[in-house]
């Protein structure tokens, strides 16, 4: 029988007030984009991102303290999915009519600024891979693109939003 992996990581205060200072930050420019762009009322929607932020903060809470090799998202993609279940009554259904105000879309806006915020950091890095590495990263990202496009394509057109 395998073992399984163990972290050998210790969490850290200044760790802990990093992951929230990031989280309110995301939380806040969601609600801007939410409110702007998606003409959700940011009073309404705010509920719905603090549940969204204590799920993830309480997810990577578990990921550092658990001692086993299981990444953030999976701890956070289960007490979401737990809390989420009929059978929590009252905390299923405001879990459900909270984040029904947050768009999705504004999510990834700003998990994507991140991500390209990230990538221009270690640009220096990125130029190390040499020009084979940058065009196989350019096909991936654009390859990526395209099928996300197209699945999008796919369900709308099912759906009959377009």
């Known amino acids: 029988m395998a ?3 163990v972290k050998k990581e210790h969490l850290k205060m200044s760790s802990v ?3 929230l200072l990031m989280l309110l930050i995301f939380g806040v420019l969601t609600l801007i984009i939410n409110t702007f762009s998606y003409k959700n009322s940011i009073v309404e929607s705010i509920p719905g991102m603090l549940v969204l932020i204590g799920i993830t903060f309480v ?4 990921a550092k303290l658990i001692p086993l090799k299981i990444p953030a998202i999976i701890y956070i993609s289960v007490i979401a999915l737990v809390i989420s279940l009929p059978v929590f ?17 504004g999510l990834c806006t700003v998990i994507l600024a991140y991500s390209g915020v990230a990538i221009g950091k270690s640009w220096a890095e990125f130029k ?5 590495g940058i065009v196989v990263t350019l096909c991936v990202i654009l390859g990526t693109f395209l099928g996300s ?3 999008a394509q796919l369900v709308l057109k099912m759906q009959g939003i377009i």
């Open 89 to 105: 009554g009252p905390v299923s259904e405001f879990v459900y009519t909270s984040t029904n105000k947050i768009s999705t879309l």
């Open 128 to 132: 190390k891979m040499g020009w084979r």
């Open 149 to 151: 496009a197209l699945v």
């Open 59 to 62: 997810g990577m809470l578990l």
């Open 17 to 19: 007030l990093d992951w």
């Open 3 to 5: 073992k399984l992996a």
